[in-house]
C-alpha cells in the first residue's frame, strides 16, 4: 500500500491472506495487530464468516424467505447447467457442503433472482443485489458487537499500525469478477464507510 497522498487519511484497516506466513507480516506490520475473520477463526471472530449459520438472514429477492448463512444463500440461488437451485443449502447449519462446483454441475449460467424468481442474474448483478444485502444485512444486525470490539482494537492502535484482517481471499473490489470477492473486505468497507456500490471505484490494496 503506498504512501496516502496529501489530504487522504492512513487505512485503519488492511485484508492480507490467512495463507500470508506470519514472519512476512510480522516484518511488514511489526506493530499491527491481526484479526483471522474466516471460517477457521476462533470466537468471536468466525462469527464473521459467510458460511457462519447465524440463522434468519433475510433471502434477497425473497420476501418471506430466511437462509442460515450467507454462504448458504449464494449457493443455494446459483444455477448450473446440471443443477437448479438448491434450497437445502438454506437450511445447512454445519458450515461445511455448502460448495456448489461447476465439476460436479457443469458450468454455472447465474444466480435466480430469489427463492421464487424466474429470471437469472450475471455474476456482478448477483453480487450486488444478493450477496452484498445479504452480508450486509448479518453486519448491521448480528455484528455489532464484534465490529465495535475491531472499531476499539484500530483505536488503541498506532497511528502507523492499520489492523489486518485476514481472509483466504484479498479481493476486495465488487466490480472484479476474476477473484471471488472477500469478506474481510466488506468488513473493513463497512467500518471505513465505504460500502461498496455500483459506482463505487476500486479500493487497491498492497
Same mark, same amino acid.
Given at each position: ?9 492512513? /487505512? /485503519? ?67 448450473? $447447467? ?17 460448495? =456448489? ?5 457443469? =458450468? ?9 424468481? $424466474? ?7 448477483? /453480487? ?13 444486525? #448480528? ?7 475491531? =472499531?476499539?482494537? %484500530?483505536? =488503541?492502535? %498506532? ?9 483466504? $481471499? ?21 467500518? #471505513? ?14
Amino acid at each position: 500500500m503506498g504512501a496516502p497522498t496529501r489530504g487522504q487519511k492512513k /487505512r /485503519r484497516f488492511i485484508v492480507k491472506s490467512r495463507h500470508t506466513p506470519p514472519q512476512s507480516l510480522d516484518k511488514r506490520f511489526p506493530n499491527s495487530p491481526r484479526v483471522d475473520l474466516t471460517s477457521r477463526a476462533p470466537e468471536p471472530w468466525v462469527r464473521f464468516s459467510p458460511f457462519y449459520p447465524h440463522g434468519e438472514i433475510p433471502v434477497p429477492l425473497s420476501p418471506g424467505r430466511v437462509g442460515q448463512s450467507v454462504e448458504g444463500i449464494w449457493q443455494g440461488l446459483k444455477v448450473f $447447467e446440471r443443477a437448479g437451485v438448491d434450497l437445502s443449502a438454506l437450511e445447512n447449519t454445519t458450515m461445511r457442503r455448502l460448495k =456448489r462446483t461447476v465439476r460436479k454441475y457443469g =458450468r454455472c449460467l447465474g444466480h435466480q433472482a430469489g427463492v421464487d424468481g $424466474e429470471a437469472l442474474l450475471g455474476y456482478l448483478e448477483a /453480487r450486488h443485489t444478493i450477496y452484498l444485502p445479504a452480508y450486509r444485512w448479518v453486519l448491521d444486525h #448480528e455484528l455489532q458487537r464484534e465490529l465495535a470490539e475491531l =472499531r476499539e482494537l %484500530a483505536a =488503541r492502535a %498506532a497511528p502507523d499500525a492499520p489492523i489486518v484482517l485476514l481472509d483466504y $481471499e484479498t479481493n476486495v473490489d465488487v466490480n472484479k469478477l476474476d477473484k471471488p470477492l472477500s469478506h474481510a473486505g466488506l468488513v473493513m468497507r463497512y467500518l #471505513e464507510g465505504s460500502w461498496p456500490t455500483r459506482q463505487a471505484s476500486a479500493i487497491t490494496e498492497a
